[in-house]
């Protein structure tokens, strides 16, 4: 059932996404007065459609195809990933693409991209106007170390306080901070005293593909002792800090976890801070490996907006979230830093989305993806937009316009490194399944 839920997750997000920019090729092409022969969501592979349609004195057919795996819009005179190159061998027609001026083909080529980047402006809007936007302050956190990050110098209970000259706002975004910098060291409190951790580059690679390296270090403070906990009226009281379970260290919670589980349904000894006073209780561990308490929760800092500041707070998170995304093609571009390895297909896009429905994670995971495919689609590679563009563009200041043919030629080019992109996509995500 929970590959079924992101299944559609990853299904329902395409369509939306695609339709989207698809409406853009469009709604250029119909200001332009350029034929639009086909739009379709998904792909009516082999000439099947589940539904179509062609509305009186339109030459647009509209559909949806049988193939769930995004949709298109088909413009008149235009080689597209279609290939389908019959009109060059006729005169060039007053409706067709090719017939239209350099700056008109710019803006319906640029339409798609737009769509996108205005939509998402749009999720965000909204979603800051309506939940507004919440993030773990760094300041004040320390970060608890997984084995990539323990390797490379940094340790539990380390505040990161700078990466090179930035200083990170976001402890959720620590680790993506620290491979989208480059960054050559890692200023951090280490107890009293402030030291420089050098970034090895070389393991930037694992930087991208190992998770977790920024857990937050969760000092062990009770907030609550539940009523039906099996330590009700064991002498726990909120605000006591426990700093060792059966005879272990335990300064955070991932620290005490283990420690519990390995005495599951048993009365242990611990060591507690009430104050300035330390004082050794027994507790007890119920058969799932807890306490029954509530533990102090961390600081949450929540930016409120209105309707009207929403709007601009939109424009500046998706603009911040395209130059994060530039940062990531950056590294993945770079093979030194083996980035590369991280490119995922649709399979990886299915394990970012929940297992349950939620709306405020797919609206945010909608509108990443739409500034994904946006800036994927302004890549200089041919067949793709940002293709079509350098071409264009290339005109525009030449005043020659290449042939049909070396447009066509460069498409086929563009379809082959496509293809090898989603070969390396599928190929990345197959091996982290048996890794």
């Known amino acids: 059932m929970i590959i079924l839920i992101k299944a559609l997750q990853v299904i329902l997000a395409l369509s939306v996404l695609v339709l989207i920019h698809e409406l853009g090729h469009f709604f250029f092409a119909k200001i332009f007065g350029i034929r639009v022969d086909k739009f379709y969501l998904f792909f009516d592979a082999g000439g099947f459609s589940l539904l179509k349609w062609k509305p009186k004195n339109s030459d647009t057919e509209y559909g949806i195809g049988w193939l769930p795996l995004g949709g298109y819009c088909k413009i008149s005179g235009m080689v597209d990933e279609s290939l389908d190159t019959d009109f060059i061998k006729k005169e060039p027609q007053p409706w067709e693409f090719r017939s239209k001026p350099a700056w008109q083909r710019f803006l319906v080529i640029g339409g798609g991209v737009l769509f996108n980047f205005i939509f998402a402006i749009c999720i965000y809007s909204g979603m800051l106007a309506n939940w507004g936007e919440s993030y773990l302050s760094n300041e004040g956190n320390s970060i608890y170390v997984n084995e990539l990050s323990h390797e490379m110098g940094f340790r539990n209970g380390d505040m990161i306080l700078r990466f090179d000259d930035y200083v990170p706002e976001d402890f959720g975004m620590l680790q993506a901070d620290l491979a989208r910098r480059t960054a050559r060291k890692a200023t951090v409190l280490r107890g009293n005293d402030t030291l420089d951790i050098y970034i090895d ?119 911040a979230t395209i130059g994060g995304y530039v940062k990531d093609l950056k590294l993945v571009f770079t093979p030194s830093t083996e980035a590369y390895k991280s490119v995922g297909s649709f399979i990886a896009m299915g394990q970012i989305f929940p297992s349950s429905w939620n709306w405020y994670v797919f609206l945010n995971l909608l509108a990443l993806l739409s500034v994904m495919l946006g800036v994927m689609n302004l890549l200089p590679i041919p067949a793709l937009d940002g293709g079509h563009l350098i071409l264009i563009l290339y005109e525009m200041i030449s005043g020659k316009k290449p042939s049909d043919k070396f447009v066509y030629a460069t498409q086929m080019i563009g379809m082959i490194l496509i293809f090898g992109l989603m070969f390396l996509a599928f190929g990345n995500d197959i091996a982290r399944l048996f890794r």
């Open 201 to 319: 580059h070389s393991m930037l690679g694992k930087v991208l593909n190992t998770p977790g390296m920024f857990d937050l270090a969760r000092p062990f403070i009770v907030s609550e002792v539940i009523g039906t906990s099996p330590n009700a009226g064991s002498g726990l009281m909120g605000g006591d800090r426990i700093i060792s379970i059966a005879g272990v260290s335990s300064e955070f919670v991932q620290d005490a976890r283990p420690v519990l589980i390995s005495h599951k349904g048993e009365t242990v000894s611990a060591i507690i801070l009430r104050g300035k006073d330390t004082l050794e209780m027994n507790v007890r561990v119920d058969t799932t490996g807890a306490l029954g308490v509530m533990l102090q929760a961390p600081d949450i800092k929540t930016k409120e907006y209105s309707f009207i500041s929403a709007v601009p707070a939109g424009f500046t998170k998706t603009f």
